[in-house]
């Protein structure tokens, strides 16, 4: 599965904010970090501040900061503001058995992506990030405020 | 077994988990009202008989792998888990297996749940386990969550079914 451009920015975002709730972070930062377009970013960040899930910040030292809920927000809640997940068979052509065939298998594929993606949290993804190279989890609480890891 | 549809056993501020009169313990017959209550309130269905066959082969079990863990808040049951050791069970190497977790909706966002699950994961450890699976629905999203948010992820089994017609 691929992820959009948008929603990739979005998450990027999502992780840098969430990664330190009382941190104010620009665009800018964020752009040269990810090596994206600070336009378009700032675009995307435009649409995660009218969902509610980050706070512009104005004046000196502004830009953005977490508004949302960790432990709450999903990785569905955010990507499917910047894209269609899992378009469904209803945009999918049905002229033959074996399109019929194909699309059976396609949708499976499509709700366990959206089951997925409707599961972690970005504390969880936050989680993840911290995990040490042995693969032994941090610990959520520690992860979803952004504090060092053991 | 079949797998249940579960309360969202929720992750709450680390200092909520720690609240004091907080007790993970073994299940006892005397208990199993209180786990049935938790079980109707959750899913709108009361089914006695089959926690009488639970606690009988959980509750009662002398398997050190089998265990039924309830969480005891100042003498009040308030949650539970429950889970086995299973051997070469779909050809895979002895784990531990998660088929039950709930939590009192009104005692939710205090870490119950993640004791619980803490809990019966150090059984699994004793046991000699170092892996454990479960369950559950897909569109369960909150116990989803849950799981995930404790380090689980998919697995490399792929669940499979089919209706059976006739």
Redo the contacts between chains.
Sequence with gaps: MRLQQNSLLALYSLFEFAGDPTRHISAAEIAEKYQVSPHHLAKVLAELARAGIVQSVRGVGGGYRFAGNA?RL?LLDVIARFEDVGSGPADRRERTPADRALNTVLTEID??AK??L????L??LL?LSAQKADGE?A???AAAEGRPQR | MSRRKAARPD?P??AAAQRADLTIRPVRRGDLEAVIAIDTQVTGLEKRDYWRSVYRRYGESASPGAQFLVADASGAVVGFVIGEVRDWEFGAPPCGWVFAIDVQPDARLAGIGTRLLQSILAGFRRAGVRKVRTMLA??N?LI??F?????MM?GRFIPLEMDLEG
Aim: proline share 10%; aromatic share 4%.
């Design positions: 432990r999903t709700e366990i089951a997925t409707k599961s972690i949290t504390a969880t989680r989890p610990p959520v609480a | 992750t501020p680390a897909s569109d999203t989803l969550s799981f995930r948010s404790q380090g998919a």
